[in-house]
């Protein structure tokens, strides 16, 4: 079965400072890899994907985030928070033995202080 | 990147009522639609996979009887709350996929806030 963690619930940063989301997935086989955020009443837009071409990818508003399978992972990090970037963060998982399904992660809650 | 549409973004309605949240995805046909719950505070959990012209496919735990769901165009899937009840508030989010399998990325809806009274 296929399952997603995320380290940390909240997350709280200064403005400027690195962003750095954790997520670790089990999977027998890598699965396709998301980041989505999620603004307070909305639902959902993707940020990036990994699906197995390169191992760093990049996203939008400056997200990017490294597959690395060794550790099972996909932390997501922005190098400068802004505070547009408070918001709500799922990374979710997909396996096609799982018949294509999204599984969630618990989601990180960020703060961005000024 | 493609458009899903959710409609209504909130409702409030009477306990024992039925309520219709409506899926629509403006840009593209969709093969296959998802329904999801969100408690409060807590991630997304998959009700429901909804293929065009065929009858969905409840998670475990999911009351078919209670949430119905029609996907009777390529563009259109519906979620039907019935008998609603206050433990049914939550915010109901769709996504939509336009492709068949693999790495397609699904487009999620703006989501629908449901309060029972």
């Known amino acids: 079965a296929q399952s997603v963690t995320q380290l940390g619930s909240h997350v709280s940063v200064s403005e400027g400072a690195l962003v750095l989301l954790r997520c670790n997935y089990s999977s027998s086989v890598p699965p396709y890899l998301f980041w989505y955020v999620q603004y307070p009443n909305q639902g959902l837009q993707l940020l990036l994907k990994?699906?197995?071409?390169?191992?760093l990818v990049k996203g939008i508003n400056g997200f990017e985030a490294e597959f690395k399978k060794s550790e099972t992972s996909f932390h997501l990090t922005k190098p400068s928070a802004h505070m547009s970037d408070a918001a709500e963060y799922f990374c979710a998982v997909k396996l096609k033995a799982a018949g294509n399904k999204l599984t969630f992660g618990g989601g990180t809650r960020v703060l961005v202080k000024p | 990147g493609a458009v899903v549409s959710q409609h209504p973004s909130r409702v409030i309605c009477k306990s024992g009522t039925s309520v219709k949240i409506e899926c629509r995805s403006l840009d593209f046909q969709a093969t296959t639609m998802f329904w999801y719950r969100q408690f409060p505070k807590q991630s997304l959990m998959l009700m429901a996979t909804s293929n065009e012209g065929s009858k969905a496919t409840y998670e475990q735990g999911v009351e078919k009887d209670k949430f119905l769901i029609n996907h009777a165009s390529l563009t259109l899937s519906t979620l039907t709350v019935t008998s609603a009840h206050p433990e049914d508030s939550s915010f109901y989010i769709c996504s939509a996929r336009p492709g068949p399998e693999g790495n397609t990325e699904a487009f999620f809806g703006q989501g629908t806030r449901l309060t029972v009274v």
């Open positions: 990994y699906t197995s071409a390169a191992t």
